[in-house]
């Protein structure tokens, strides 16, 4: 069993920045390919970005790209998503997700743990 705890939500005018940061239990972290999704009120949850077990591969979705950056730190259990240039169509609440064997990425279903979330809310 892995859990996963988001932190770093919060209020930013547009053009700022947050640092989003995910904390994984359980020693098979490494393994795990790691994603960070987003939910909008009143909307269907959407994949933002991912990253492969070596931080050597990431996957964004085109409204992040280049913006947003993910990146992992496996001795520290830890994966962040840095936004920059926030917009107020990125204000939803964040999940990082953990897939335990790599399938489709950009997919929620893909993926076996989740975090509760954090709140990101972008003013303009």
């Known amino acids: 069993q892995v859990q996963l705890v988001e932190s770093g939500g919060g209020l930013v005018q547009a053009g700022g920045s947050l640092r989003l940061s995910c904390a994984a239990s359980?020693?098979?972290?490494?393994?795990?390919?790691m994603g960070w999704f987003r939910q909008a009120p009143g909307k269907e949850r959407e994949f933002v970005a991912a990253?492969?077990?070596?931080?050597?591969?990431?996957t964004y979705a085109d409204s992040v790209k280049g913006r947003f950056t993910i990146s992992r730190d496996n001795l520290k259990n830890t994966v962040h998503l840095q936004m920059n240039s926030l917009k107020p169509e990125d204000t939803a609440v964040y999940y990082c997700?953990?897939?335990?064997?790599?399938?489709?990425?950009?997919?929620?279903?893909?993926?076996?743990?989740w975090g509760q979330g954090t709140q990101v809310t972008v003013s303009s």
């Open positions: 997700a953990a897939e335990r064997v790599p399938r489709t990425v950009v997919a929620g279903s893909s993926y076996d743990y």
């Open positions: 359980g020693r098979t972290f490494s393994t795990y390919v």
């Open positions: 990253i492969n077990w070596s931080g050597g591969s990431t």
